[in-house]
């Protein structure tokens, strides 16, 4: 039974450009959080996604960054226009029912740089 | 003040020593708790979850929680160098519980 899967599993982009991270989920999970971790920091929460709704984007800076979790495929975070402070590792976790006793399994995280 | 606190350490123990990691948290609405693993670039990884008062063993590990102190606690028995690792304290809350909120991570050393 596959893990969570995210790719890539590292991403260099320029300030300006565009970067698209893709999370897989675990079979038979349907919920969907991003995470954050910067350097020197701990993980913080970003968004939560079930099938095609954003539950929570509480964490998630207003303006260059969307998530999406589609009916079919990955889900998406999305960083538009990256600036040197985007540069962080960014974790994906699924779990089956997101109560309060379900249990996030993590993927092994996309390492974005930004130059 | 930082809604869980931990102390990132770093922590050296000898190989088979007892290993205590701490988190202390202010929001009392917090009644999940978990400790997560996390080798270096690599994603965290689920060790204990708990969420009720007192202690949960799991092979040589041992969670404990103090809802009334507001600190939790990780003991590592007979450690191992390949216990080597950042450890991190996760708390869910009542009304947000699928938002994990984590504390900075202990790194632990455990030399051969």
């Known amino acids: 039974n596959a893990g969570v899967m995210q790719n890539p599993r590292h991403l260099v982009r320029r300030r300006g450009q565009e970067a698209r991270l893709r999370c897989s989920p675990m079979?038979?999970?349907?919920?969907v959080y991003w995470y954050r971790q910067l350097p020197e920091e701990g993980l913080k929460f970003m968004v939560y996604?079930?099938?095609?709704?954003?539950?929570?984007e509480s964490g998630m800076p207003k303006e260059r960054f969307s998530a999406e979790f589609p009916k079919e495929g990955p889900s998406i975070l999305r960083i538009q226009q990256v600036v040197r402070g985007d540069s962080a590792a960014y974790f994906c976790a699924s779990s089956r029912d997101g109560t309060g006793a379900d249990t996030q399994y993590f993927g092994p995280g996309t390492r974005l740089t930004v130059l | 003040q930082k809604e869980v606190e931990q102390d990132p350490g770093p922590l050296s123990v000898p190989e088979g020593a007892i290993v205590s990691l701490n988190c202390t948290y202010s929001n009392s609405a917090f009644q999940y708790f978990m400790w997560y693993r996390q080798y270096s670039r690599k994603g965290p990884e689920l060790l204990m979850y708990t969420y009720s008062s007192g202690n949960k063993e799991d092979g040589r590990f041992t969670a404990q929680v103090d809802k009334s102190s507001k600190y939790i606690s990780l003991f590592i028995r007979d450690s191992q160098p390949s216990d080597s690792a950042t450890y991190l304290c996760?708390?869910?809350?009542?009304?947000?519980?699928?938002?994990?909120?984590f504390g900075k991570g202990t790194l632990l050393t455990v030399n051969p």
């Open positions: 079979k038979g999970h349907s919920h």
């Open positions: 996760a708390m869910k809350a009542r009304g947000s519980n699928y938002k994990l909120t």
């Open positions: 996604l079930q099938k095609e709704n954003i539950i929570d």
